[in-house]
């Protein structure tokens, strides 16, 4: 059974906009931290955004004052609304969470975090 499941990824042009999904599944029940990772081609995994279960939210300076992360309790859904979006932006993005840890004070890593979605991907053109 997929416990996180993303959506919203497309091609856009750059300067657009998009915001991703991420479906979770209520066995995944009282988290402690939720992040948002990315994945380029030949590339590692990095962070992108992680938020904590009190609603404190971090970024990656890559994406820093262009991307809000968000948790609606009602539907269980993490989101990543991502403006002025630029070809560097383009990558696999991976949603992730961890129950039985704390968000990191800073950045975050993959190791950081126990349950992972599939990706949706993200492609801006120049």
């Known amino acids: 059974q997929d416990l996180l499941v993303e959506s919203g990824g497309g091609s856009v042009q750059a300067g657009g906009s998009l915001r991703l999904s991420c479906k979770v599944s209520r066995l995944v029940y009282k988290w402690n931290c939720m992040g948002w990772f990315r994945q380029a081609a030949g590339k590692q995994r990095e962070w992108v955004s992680h938020?904590?279960?009190?609603?404190?939210?971090k970024y990656a300076d890559s994406v820093k004052g262009r991307s809000t992360v968000s948790f609606d309790y009602v539907e269980n859904n993490l989101y990543l609304q991502m403006n002025s979006l630029k070809p560097e932006d383009t990558a696999m993005y991976y949603c992730?969470?961890?129950?039985?840890?704390?968000?990191?004070?800073?950045?975050?890593?993959?190791?950081?975090?126990?349950?992972w979605g599939q990706g949706t991907q993200v492609t801006v053109s120049s």
């Open positions: 992730a969470a961890e129950r039985s840890n704390y968000c990191s004070d800073g950045s975050s890593v993959v190791g950081d975090f126990t349950y």
């Open positions: 938020i904590s279960s009190e609603g404190s939210t």
